[in-house]
């Protein structure tokens, strides 16, 4: 694909894959729009460091602060930059906090997942808009005993709101796809790990408290399992997904890394990493958190050349330097 071409409209920007998407959409000759209304979920500064982390490529960026439920504004601005596909990043993103404010993930996630399509299609009308990508989640898959999960298994079993939420944007994706035809990928991401990740996920919040020296939480007895998947890996996922959804009309893709790891093997990699034995506190396992994760990747290798090249140690070992050299950032 001719990136030169492309206009894409990034919505969560701000955010941690977000701004790894758009960097890597500038660095391939795109121009890239961003909105994001920096939702409270975790600090401002952290967001707005993203965006410069975007804006210090040179490419071509322009970002409007924008909620994503104004579908008006959001075609408007379209429109305005003869946007010809989007990726759509934005959501209320954490599992537990779901369970508190499962009306705010509603809201976010299904209609704003709702106005982003509906904008897509109005600014499209002159058929400048010709492909849409949404995030999904591993965490659609529930507790699933069989695994790998792929992509034609049961997800009629979520167990949080957010998976809840996300699955319905996978059906709203569908609908809109067989209503306007508009091609429409979903894509299915397993626990994203890598420099600028949000500092409630695991691995960042590891590296930051074991190198402190404080007591990390370790929920439920280890055991459980994550396909944690290497940020680089997904922006190739996605990148992919963008140049090949055409063929496709509708379609979901897992995009993991297919080497799951427990807990307990996580944290004692992070004390390597860090250089100071972990203090563990454990607690028992947290409403909506799923036992284990783990992406079959037959369906995205055939069909995307998808191919994950960075292992969990490889990978932390880059946040880690990241968190490091960005210290007042991340507050180390
Ligand atoms: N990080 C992961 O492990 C993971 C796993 C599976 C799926 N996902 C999905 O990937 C996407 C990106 O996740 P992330 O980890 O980068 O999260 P993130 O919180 O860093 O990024 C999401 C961005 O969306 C913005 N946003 C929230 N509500 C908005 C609204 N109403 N209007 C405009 N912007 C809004 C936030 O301010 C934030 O910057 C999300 O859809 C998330 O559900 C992430």
């Known amino acids: 694909m001719d990136y030169g071409n492309e206009c894409v409209l990034v919505t969560g920007a701000a955010g941690f894959i977000g701004s790894h998407v758009s960097a890597s959409l500038i660095g391939r000759g795109a121009k890239v729009v961003g909105v994001d209304n920096f939702d409270p979920y975790y600090a401002r500064s952290m967001k707005e460091h993203n965006l410069k982390m975007v804006e210090d490529t040179g490419g071509s960026f322009v970002f409007e602060e924008m909620d994503i439920e104004d579908s008006g504004a959001l075609s408007s601005l379209m429109s305005q930059h003869s946007v010809s596909g989007v990726v759509h990043l934005a959501a ?46 591993s965490s659609v898959y529930g507790n699933n005993k069989t695994v790998p999960f792929g992509e034609g298994d049961s997800v009629e079993h979520p167990i949080s709101p957010y998976a809840a939420t996300k699955r319905a ?106 250089g100071r034995e972990p203090i563990i506190d454990q607690l028992p396992m947290q409403a909506g958190d799923v036992d284990r994760t783990w992406a079959d990747l037959q369906r995205s290798k055939k069909e995307l050349g998808y191919a994950p090249t960075t292992s969990i140690r490889e990978g932390m070992e880059k946040q880690w330097e990241w968190m490091q050299a960005h210290r007042g950032v991340v507050g180390l």
């Open 92 to 137: 209320k993103a954490g599992v537990r906090p779901s369970i508190a404010d499962p009306v705010g993930y509603a809201r976010v996630n299904v209609t704003g997942t709702q106005s982003v399509l509906s904008a897509a299609s109005a600014a499209g009308d002159g058929s400048l808009c010709r492909r849409v990508l949404a995030a999904s989640s």
């Open 169 to 274: 944007c996978e059906l709203i994706g569908e609908t809109h796809h067989h209503l306007t035809g508009l091609p429409i990928a979903m894509l299915r991401f397993f626990t994203v790990f890598g420099p600028r990740q949000r500092p409630d996920l695991a691995i960042r919040l590891f590296l930051h408290k074991v190198s402190k020296g404080e007591t990390i939480t370790m929920f439920g007895d280890g055991s459980m399992s994550r396909d944690f998947t290497f940020v680089d890996d997904i922006v190739s996922g996605v990148l992919a997904a963008y140049e090949r959804i055409d063929e496709f009309g509708y379609r979901i893709w897992n995009l993991g890394s297919d080497h799951p790891m427990e807990l307990h093997e996580l944290i004692r990699t992070v004390g390597e990493v860090v």
